[in-house]
Structures are given as structure tokens and as C-alpha cells.
């Protein structure tokens, strides 16, 4: 069996995700906690979080956060609460079937030998929804392949959010700066842990388009991420490595 870890699931409006995610997730072979950190979803996902966290109180917890949104601070607020917990492993997935489960055991076991393990779309056997139509794939190939030539970062997936971080890792970037809340959370958390001087693996995931719920990305959000990628190339150009390391 792996490390201890603490599996953080960010949720808005994910009920009937979450429904069949935590069951699943919980019969996986591996020594994991969950927190759901649930933005007072208006379908109902923070009280069913409740309920599992009332069956399983020493493997679920709920953080439940009201007037506020957003996908970086929902996963600073969980990273805060998995490193009190004090694992030795901290997961990061969508809780809408995007990222499969099972693969957490073979991320989590690669972790040996590195200090991040990053689920993977486009090393070879990655793949993408063959579902998703043409534009979708090839604007997620163009993301991936303008943030990774802006930041001259090697690793083949920069964009994604399925990942297995060490929680020294977790514990030793610095939160006070790290300003994204949307997409380019992935991209600034990433580039600073590398700025830091810490490695990262990567396994080849499918990511699967969401069968249940609602989409929320938008031309909005894609046009932020755009430019702020530039923001996080000027603001950690004096970041190096930790003189601790
Ligand atoms: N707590 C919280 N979670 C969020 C928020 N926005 C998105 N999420 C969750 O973050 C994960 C990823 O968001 P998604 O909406 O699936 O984003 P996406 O995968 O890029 O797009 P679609 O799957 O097409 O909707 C899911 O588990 C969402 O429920 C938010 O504002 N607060
Ligand atoms: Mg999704």
C-alpha cells in the first residue's frame, strides 16, 4: 500500500458525481482521506458531502464555503486543511469523472520517484473525449502547448488538474503570492513547485468529457488564461530553488 494521502475535491453543482465518486474512491486499495470542499452548491452537493462525511467521519471531511468561488481557492483552502491532517500525499482531480479514479494508484505509486506526479493527456498513451469535437481538442492542445512554450516547461501536460504532489511540495510554495483562481491555477501551482526546484513524473491518463452536470468553462475564462500566463512568467522570474533543498 502507498502513502497516507488526502484526496481534494473541489465540487460545484457535481451531486450526481459526487454520488458515485466517493464510493468509488473509497473502495480504491490505497490509505486515502477525502475533502470535499463544496462552494454552497445550489443542487444540493455540499449536503450530500454531509452524508458520506456522517457515514465515513474518519475518511470524509467537508469544507463548505459561502459567498465565495472559485476553483484556486477552493484547492488552497483544501491543500490548507489536507496538510493539517498530516499526510504524506496530497491529490488533486475534478469530481466529474474527467479524471478516472482508478489511475490514483499507479500516480500515487510513481510518486517514489518523483515529487509530483502529473495525470497526463499528452505523453504517449494520453488521450482526449473522442467524444469532444475538433475545435475543443485542438484549443486543448493550443492551451497546453502556449503555456508550455511560454514558460519553456518540458513536461507534455501543463494545463490539466489531475495530480499527486509530495505535501512537503504543497507546504513549501508559496500561497501568498499564487493569484490565479481559475485555469492558470494549474499552470502558476506547477511552475512555481519547478521554480522551487522539485521534479515531476508524468502518467498517462484518458480524460473523459463530463456525463452528468454542466460545463462552466467559457470564452470568458480562456481569454483570462491566456494573458495571465505571461503574468506568471514575469512574476516568478527571481523565484529559484530553496536554499533549504
Ligand atoms: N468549489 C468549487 N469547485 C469548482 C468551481 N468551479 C469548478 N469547480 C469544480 O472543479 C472541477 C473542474 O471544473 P469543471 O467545471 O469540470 O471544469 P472543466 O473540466 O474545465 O470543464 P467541464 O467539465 O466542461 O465543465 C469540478 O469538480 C468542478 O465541480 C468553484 O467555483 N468552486
Ligand atoms: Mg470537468
Partial sequence: MSVQCAIVLPTFNERENLRRLIPILLALPLDARIIVVDDDSPDGTGIL?????AAHPSKVNVLHRKGERGLGSAYRLGFQHALSL??????????????????LVTMLEKLTSADGVIGSRYVPGGSLDEKWPIWRKGLSHWGNFYA???????????TGGFRVWKSEVIRAIPWERIRSNGYVFQIETLYVAMRLGYSFAEVPIH??????????????????????????????????PRASR
Fill in 49 to 53: 458531502a454531509d452524508e458520506f462525511a
Fill in 86 to 103: 498530516g499526510v504524506g500525499a496530497i491529490v488533486q482531480m475534478d469530481s466529474d469523472f474527467s479524471h478516472q479514479p482508478e489511475m
Fill in 148 to 158: 508550455r512554450s511560454i514558460l519553456s516547461i518540458r513536461l507534455k501536460d501543463v
Fill in 207 to 240: 480524460f473523459a468529457d463530463r456525463t452528468w452536470g454542466q460545463s462552466k468553462l467559457n470564452w470568458r475564462i480562456q481569454f483570462e488564461a491566456a494573458w495571465r500566463v505571461w503574468w506568471v512568467l514575469y512574476t516568478y522570474r527571481k523565484l529559484g
